[in-house]
């Protein structure tokens, strides 16, 4: 079983249309939680990060589900500018801030 | 502030020759890493360092090797270049300590390696 698996995408959706992407980890000592976004050919970027009270940046919210070992991303009014790799990160307590990577789950948002 | 360097951004290599990737940060910050990305797959580690002059080995270090020299630095040298090493490799870097439940990675802009 992977450490962090992912929705398989891609994911196309319209503008404005709400997007929904589900993470799961396997690592019972997992302590940090992060969105990446990564776009076609450029780096990962820090999207935000996961807090156990779920957490909200503009259009944006994240939900960690330490009991099920699950972590959401929800996007609202997508923008054609969203169309990217979403990576589900996760980062194991006690590591020398070493992080977990999810394969990603492509967006594609259309006009 | 130029953040995390990386060169060069392309390079193709026959079966056999050697080269070394350059990262440099100017962000002063202690941890740096090396990955790999391969299509359709998550990045993989290949190697960190939690300072200078300390190194450690991730998850797929076999074919790469690491200093640490100075802070800013933190090369990957590859010695044998063989087809399985194609791919994107991303340097990265973050002021996180042991155990930090918040630092944020920063990474390069990748180098993208092509073995024939």
């Known amino acids: 079983r992977k450490e962090v698996e992912q929705d398989p995408g891609p994911f196309n959706v319209p503008e404005g249309a709400t997007v929904a992407f589900n993470c799961t980890y396997s690592?019972?000592?997992?302590?940090?939680f992060f969105w990446y976004r990564q776009d076609c050919r450029k780096e990962p970027k820090l999207l935000m990060s996961?807090?156990?009270s779920g957490n909200e940046d503009g259009r944006f919210t994240a939900q960690l589900n330490r009991a099920s070992q699950y972590i959401s991303l929800l996007i609202r009014d997508s923008k054609l500018s969203d169309s990217a790799t979403y990576l589900c990160v996760v980062k194991i307590r006690g590591t020398a801030s070493k992080l977990t990577f999810g394969t990603g789950t492509r967006l594609q948002v259309t006009l | 502030n130029a953040g995390v360097t990386q060169t060069p951004k392309f390079r193709i290599l026959k079966i056999g020759q050697s080269m070394t990737l350059q990262c440099t940060q100017d962000m002063n910050h202690n941890y740096m890493y090396w990955y790999r990305q391969d299509p359709g797959m998550g990045l993989k580690l290949i190697y960190y360092s939690v300072g200078a002059g300390i190194t450690d080995k991730g998850e797929v270090p076999n074919g790469y090797n690491v200093s640490r020299s100075t802070t800013e630095d933190f090369p990957l040298r590859l010695e044998l270049a063989a087809p399985s090493q194609t791919s994107v490799y991303f340097c990265a870097s973050s002021g996180g300590s042991w155990g930090s439940g918040t630092d944020t990675q920063y990474f390069g802009p990748g180098t993208r390696l092509t073995v024939l």
């Open positions: 996961v807090y156990s």
């Open positions: 690592n019972s000592a997992s302590q940090s």
